[in-house]
């Protein structure tokens, strides 16, 4: 393993981090710029310009702009019509935050199998699992273990992998659910020639500092619905009425803005976004043809139909207890390739450990089996 990864990166004598940014545009032309007219904080020209180029590059017909990617999902679910005791369905196998803007919404997570082609919900299997828990009820799905409504599915889009969304569209017309889309790894993704983003009601990005594209802390809303596209931007922004001076507030609004020094960060990364994910692509090739013919390692490649920005390269590798992995971990992260394991499945956190769930065997499989190198754009250099 170690000497394939050598074969692509190269001798090292310090560790090769996992993701890293890189700055190699704008970035401190437009930083200066805000420090030189003062407009650092949450309202300016970078905030406006930002939101303008998330939707022209995702093709959606509003981005609003947030502190962060679960902030931007709390407020997806929140604008999606989950209310508290409702229960969202997600994937077991995802980054805690979208568990988490459940909690905040008031809702309760119940937890659906994954499967190995994408690492996204697996459409079949939650079909299947509806149909044993529950049924329709005027309309609404309902939990017939739990008597509580089934208000939406996360679909997450693992690694920049876009999930199934054909499948997953029609389970969601099935049982009268609102889809609405982590994307928060997806920047870049397209699936059947769209955006990731575009087929739920809403989605969610993140621009954390270890994403394609970061802001240093940020995220967006993308919606195709006009009304909700008004409604997250008046939400987000502490649901104030817009005055020359008076604080008019008419609801219970959330101080998710993003400051324009990180929308300045994120407009020159933008303008490099095409540069990143062609380099990013570039990596993922190498390592296609690195690890090619390797008993029981399997290199993670975009399914068909879709284009994955290979956000975090992946290596699926079978018969893994969870061991084993941890010890393959040290060895490439002594070696001085940073390497990590996939998230620890949300069933098993303490506070999410008596939520419902389906059966949840491929995602137990693939939290032994999945391992993240080496990713950053640079590498392909």
Known sequence: MRDRLKAVLGETNAMIPLHEPEFRGEEWTYLKDCLDTGWVSSVGAYVDRLEADLAEITGVSRAVAVANG???????????????????????LTFIATANAVSYAGARPHFVDSESITLGVDAAKLDAHLEEVAELVDG??????????????????VFG????????????????????????ESLGSFYKGVHTGNRGVLAALSFNGNKVVTTGGGGAILTNDPELGRRAKHLTT???????????????GYNYRMPNLNAALGCA?????????????????????????????????????????????????????????????????????MSRPIWTLLHRLPMYSDCPRADLTVAEQLEAAVINIPSSARLAD
């Open 70 to 92: 679960t902030a931007a999902l709390h407020i997806c679910l929140q604008l999606a019509g989950v209310e508290p005791g409702d229960e969202v369905l997600i994937p077991a």
């Open 140 to 157: 609404v799905c309902v939990n017939r273990r739990t008597g509580m409504p089934i208000r939406a599915l996360i679909v997450m889009h």
């Open 238 to 252: 502490t649901a104030r009425v817009p005055h020359r001076w008076n604080f008019i507030h008419d609801e219970v």
């Open 161 to 184: 992998h876009p999930s199934d969304l054909d499948a997953l569209e029609d389970v969601c017309r099935r049982w009268n659910l609102r889809l609405v889309e982590d994307a928060a």
């Open 269 to 337: 990364q933008l303008e490099r976004l095409p540069d990143m994910l062609r380099r990013k692509r570039e990596l993922a090739r190498r390592y296609e043809v690195a690890f090619r013919g390797l008993p029981g390692v399997r290199f993670l490649t975009e399914p068909a139909g879709s284009i994955s920005n290979y956000w975090l390269n992946t290596l699926i590798i079978d018969d893994l207890e969870l061991a084993a992995r941890d010890r393959l971990l040290e060895q490439l992260n002594d070696a001085g390739y």
